[in-house]
């Protein structure tokens, strides 16, 4: 077929040993996520999570569309024009207005946006596409689009208090996933129903508060906008940093021990497409990011973030700087994370 690549389908899943250690100190989360992330894999909680794929030894072939990373640099070229999308901004309003316009123009069945003024008196506003609303077996992938409203990891002080253009931080995701979205809600479409969620203020946290970051995936897990016998998404994706130049990707922390059988998944779909160099099977950090909310809400969630950079043991160097603009994004590293999410997608039954 033109304009995809085949890739043997392996129909056996994996579950992998859970990891008990921290880094990046913020270990307490684990106390608070220990028991409704338990509850959720076990199955306790109101809502139903759909079963796993049946474990089989069989293999087939499976056609899988080919990512454009010319596409998702002109993607994320196209949201760092706006501005850096800071929270009640101009910028950021623009910014959602043209996903919200992507995800239509892409195929979505429908695209469900969810508004509310935060505590604080911040405006936020969730953008959800979702495909083959037909099938009841569904994957989220998501990815935050605000930017950071600071600088404040700059090594010169007089820049901490600008805005980012959040070429890595907020449009590396979003850009891999209206790609993707593109992809999916074409002819060509995977075997299972596809959630892309972009959500909103996710980085004007405080270090110290930890409830001060991921707050519009917050919301979206109190404020699940779905059916009421509708089963919840069967594991969430969440791309964060991911267009990091070289980047490495190792197993993030929380979504080891919590999801094990999702980052296991997603790795091997990283081999099946010939990314193991870029998804490293060691352990990374554990970073309080939009998955952790869905964790908490009985979701395996993962996320893809780049945690062990060789220059800094963790972050980017650009993370939180000025640095993290347009000409610091590499397309090797969007087109990685790009193919693995449709490889593991179009592997989904
Ligand atoms: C990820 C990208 N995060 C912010 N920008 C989450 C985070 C929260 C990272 C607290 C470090 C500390
Ligand atoms: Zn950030």
Redesign the pocket.
Known sequence: MAGTRLHVRHKSLNFGGVKNNFI?N?AFLAGSMMAPAMSGCSGGTARSVAPAAAETNKTEMVSVPQFSADSAMSNAASQVAFGPRVPGSYAHRRCADWIGERLQAAGADTVVVQTATLDDGTPMRNILGRFNLGNKRRILLLA?YDT?PWADEDPEPANRTRPIDGAN?GASGVAVLLEAARLIGSVDAPGCGVDILLVDV??S?N?GD?DS??RGSQYFADHMPYGATEPLPEAAILL??VGGRDARFCREMFSQQYAAPVVDAVWRAAREAGHSDRFADAIGGA???DHLPFLRAGIPAIDI?ETTNDQTGA?NPT??TMADNLDNLDAATLKAVGETVITYIYNKK
């Open positions: 990046f913020i935050h950071r931080d996710e980085d946290g270090s930890d970051w991921a964060d940093m970073v309080n990011d973030i972050f993370w939180h």
